[in-house]
């Protein structure tokens, strides 16, 4: 049985630089974003199930799905994300759950990067959990850096989660992203150090 750690934080909140440094030293994490994007491909699970629910307004002409239109449509709309949450969540924890159970067989430790962690009910699955933490300030300002996107569209996505708060209190280790990376990579190599003992 191996040991597996959720990790979770906020849009914006610093996850991929902490998965990016676990992948470097030799660790499996699986992405779930990255399932997703796989899964919303052209004859992808969730590709199919999208066109028919918003129609080809969602296409580009390579017939790849419009991910910014599709997420402005989900996240501006409260009913489009119940739809969401409910139609394409079941599908993407049925192959969550098939990774899982495949690094199980191979890995001692493993990790599974997932931002709605504790939204979907994904705790019961791990070990323990990490959480990314950052002040919502500055989460709001990474995000309109990153994304290139208005404060009013930033504030909608950010709502669209549970409070980083709110996250703090269910995971079991919370990393401080509010300063540099080295101070965030710092806590996770002392996460790793306190494993191995």
């Not at 709110?166 to 990376?181: E, F, I, P, T």
Request: charged share 25%; glycine share 6%; no cysteine.
């Amino acid at each position: 049985m191996a040991k597996i750690i959720g990790i979770t934080g906020g849009i914006a909140s610093g996850k991929s630089t902490v998965t990016e440094f676990l992948r470097q030293n030799g660790f499996e994490v699986v992405d779930a974003d990255a399932v997703v994007h796989q899964l919303q491909k052209p004859g992808g699970r969730l590709y199919q199930i999208i066109v028919e629910h918003f129609g080809d307004k969602v296409l580009l002409e390579s017939g790849e799905l419009n991910r910014p239109l599709l997420a402005s449509l989900i996240f501006s709309n409260p009913k489009e994300q119940e739809w969401s949450e409910r139609t394409q969540g079941e599908i993407i924890r049925e192959e969550l759950a098939a990774l899982r159970n495949q690094l199980d067989q191979t890995e001692a430790l493993f990790f599974m990067d997932i931002p709605l962690l504790f939204e979907q009910n994904y705790a019961s699955w791990f070990n323990e959990t990490w959480l990314v933490y950052v002040n919502r300030d500055v989460q709001l300002d990474r995000l309109m850096k990153r994304d290139q996107i208005s404060k009013e569209a930033a504030e909608s996505r950010l709502n669209s989660q549970w409070p980083l708060e709110r996250k703090m209190v269910l995971a079991g280790h919370s990393l401080d992203n509010n300063g540099n990376q080295k101070q965030l990579i710092t806590q996770v190599v002392h996460l790793l150090e306190e494993m191995r003992l």
